[in-house]
């Protein structure tokens, strides 16, 4: 899958985070860089710090290039657990997330493995 495409699904699957936690504003940008991209989200929520602490340990997970062709299929479908978001840390290489008064940004770089 092209990694454009990859962003977009990503950067969707984070927005629903936001939905789901009665987002009072959603900032949100992709940066694409010669060996891959940057998704980054800023919002105000109303999400318990248990809930963000559970996204942190979900979005922790290693990534797995071996069975990227199966996550990026099951990335963006209309239904959606939470649990769901272990997939995103299986296809990023790197997470950044902090909250902080009310303030969630998460930042997620995914490496380009077929970068010249």
């Known amino acids: ?7 977009k699904r990503i950067l969707d699957e984070l927005l629903t ?7 009072e504003s ?3 940008g992709i940066d694409y860089v010669a060996n891959g991209f940057y998704v980054q989200l800023v919002g105000r929520v109303t999400a318990e710090q248990s809930a963000v602490d559970h996204l942190t340990q979900l979005l922790a997970e290693p990534r797995n290039p071996s069975l990227e062709e199966y996550y990026e299929d ?3 479908m209309a239904h959606h657990e939470v649990e769901d978001y272990h997939l995103l840390g299986l296809m990023v290489d790197e997470v950044e997330l902090s909250f902080e008064e009310g303030i ?3 930042k997620l770089f995914r ?4 970068a010249p």
Do not use: P, S
Request: no cysteine; glycine share 8%; hydrophobic share 55%.
């Open 111 to 114: 490496e380009n493995l077929n």
């Open 1 to 7: 899958m092209e990694e454009k495409l990859i962003a």
């Open 26 to 28: 959603i900032r949100m």
């Open 74 to 76: 099951l990335l963006g």
């Open 17 to 23: 985070f936001f939905v789901e936690g009665q987002a």
């Open 104 to 106: 969630l940004n998460i």
